[in-house]
């Protein structure tokens, strides 16, 4: 498969706990996005990367949330102190440096807090 | 920023009917509507997409349409089969990479 992958799959995990995602994008992708969709909505933005540069970041990134992409190549989401309200489907899309407006998506990390 | 609203939230059809969903965008300056299909479980895949200098795009049973008088933007499904089932949504962008998404809509089409 040469899409966008994303591990782990399902992520069950205790208040208070750190977790951290990763995300490989379609290799000769430059951009690299996350989302987080909860249920019954669409994604929410949350930052994206241009190579290994993150040029914007949401509103909705709070200081418990931190993303890199140290390469270039594939990029990682951790959350720091995890709140019941981060539970959700956590997705990573993709973009060539051709069609920058074609976002692919991967098939998300679902993050449960309990 | 932009607010995306989309209608129905639910919608169903009988097979080999047309469906339409429309969706509504605040900020004029918008310049990109996706369009995407997230079947259950699975990732948003894009189905379609238009730029606002265009008014209208077509690919085989499936076309968007767009008038940015008056802010609204809308999918057509022609010939619908039971694997259109799924949840679709729109979303609007001002500039990459911010994508603002509408709320969704749940497709069922009834054999």
């Known amino acids: 498969d040469t899409g966008v992958s994303q591990n782990p799959r399902h992520k069950i995990t205790k208040r208070g706990q750190n977790v951290t995602f990763r995300c490989d994008p379609i290799?000769?992708?430059?951009?690299l996005y996350w989302y987080r969709q909860t249920l019954g909505q669409g994604p929410e933005f949350l930052t994206y990367f241009q190579n290994e540069a993150q040029l914007e970041k949401s509103r909705l990134l709070s200081d418990r949330f931190s993303a890199e992409r140290p390469k270039g190549s594939f990029s990682t989401l951790e959350i720091q102190r995890t709140e019941q309200g981060d539970s959700a489907m956590y997705l990573c899309a993709s973009s060539s440096r051709v069609n920058h407006y074609e976002q692919y998506f991967g098939p998300g990390t679902r993050l449960t807090v309990t | 920023g932009e607010n995306v609203e989309q209608h129905p939230s639910t919608l169903s059809v009988q097979e080999g009917d047309s469906a339409v969903i429309k969706c509504t965008y605040s900020d004029s300056a918008s310049n990109y509507f996706p369009w995407y299909k997230q079947e259950l479980g699975k990732r948003p895949q894009l189905i379609i997409d238009?730029?606002?200098?265009?008014g209208e795009k077509k690919d085989q049973r499936i076309a968007v349409t767009l008038n940015k008088t008056a802010k609204h933007f809308s999918l057509h499904i022609t010939e619908t089969q039971p694997e259109d089932s799924a949840v679709y949504f729109c979303?609007?962008?001002?500039?990459?990479?911010?994508?603002?998404f509408g709320t969704g809509t749940s497709l069922t089409v009834i054999p």
């Open positions: 979303a609007a962008s001002i500039m990459p990479p911010q994508f603002y």
């Open positions: 290799s000769e992708h430059n951009r």
């Open positions: 238009i730029r606002s200098n265009v």
